[in-house]
Nanobody, 120 residues
Framework: HVQLVESGGGLVQAGGSLRLSCAASGRMFSINAMGWFRQAPGKQRELVAG???????RYADSVKGRFTISRDNAKNTVYLQMNSLGPEDTAVYYC??????????????WGQGTQVTVSS
């Protein structure tokens, strides 16, 4: 059973930056593609960034050029550096393993997420 613990969210002004972290328990972390998702009020959860076990990355068009996903397999941790934040980025952010490197769906049970609020 893998547990996911997200952290690093908070309140930031538009144009600011945040770095999210996600620590995963379990020995399966290093072989799985991982992703950061977000869910804004009244909207479906969406994948914003993914990274393969080998470090290849992909991003939703809405965050491309502003967000950077990375991982440290030795620490079972995946990160999301978010720059040039805007109010449209306000959401609860979650990490999860991906069903496959090309999938937009989470594999494991969801963690509690971390709230990101961007004020204009």
């Amino acid at each position: 059973h893998v547990q996911l613990v997200e952290s690093g969210g908070g309140l930031v002004q538009a144009g600011g930056s945040l770095r999210l972290s996600c620590a995963a328990s379990g020995r399966m972390f290093s072989i799985n593609a991982m992703g950061w998702f977000r869910q804004a009020p009244g909207k479906q959860r969406e994948l914003v960034a993914g990274i393969t076990s080998g470090g290849r990355t992909r991003y939703a068009d809405s965050v491309k050029g502003r967000f950077t996903i990375s991982r440290d397999n030795a620490k079972n941790t995946v990160y999301l550096q978010m720059n040039s934040l805007g109010p449209e980025d306000t959401a609860v952010y979650y990490c999860n393993a991906l069903l496959s490197s090309s999938s937009d769906y989470g594999l494991w049970s969801w963690g509690q997420g971390t709230q990101v609020t961007v004020s204009s």
